[in-house]
């Protein structure tokens, strides 16, 4: 199967909440977060537990374990070669509704008008 192409979600604003999310974390967990980016690129749809899992209403959650803390990006695919990441948390055991919700709003927002809702570095 081909690299899926990863874009991150972009608010009417202009605001990337994943890149804000992931510019405070901690370096590690980032450099982290990065290297399950890059496995979601090169393996797409094929990618399973324990580095991803099917939440939910289309959304699909990247798994980052490091020193005890739980970090998730949650992504939707947009088509067969497309994954948007629109959500980024710290959990303790099951993610929260209210973050699935959340990235299921940006989601339908996404499907709306995915111009306006893709981030591209100037």
Request: hydrophobic share 40%; glycine share 6%; aromatic share 10%.
């Amino acid at each position: 199967m081909p690299r899926i192409h990863v874009v991150f979600y972009q608010e009417e604003d202009g605001a990337v909440p994943v890149l804000e999310w992931l510019d405070a974390l901690p370096h590690k967990a980032q450099d982290k977060c990065r290297v399950k980016i890059e496995r979601l690129h090169e393996l797409g749809h094929e990618l399973r537990r324990p580095e991803a899992d099917y939440l939910r209403d289309g959304i699909y959650e990247l798994r980052v374990g490091l020193q005890g803390m739980n970090y998730r990006l949650l992504y939707f695919f947009h088509g067969k070669l497309a994954a948007v990441l629109a959500h980024g948390l710290v959990k303790e055991r099951a993610v929260p509704a209210r973050d699935i919700e959340e990235a299921v709003r940006r989601k339908h927002k996404f499907e709306h008008s995915p111009e306006q809702h893709t981030y591209r570095e100037a």
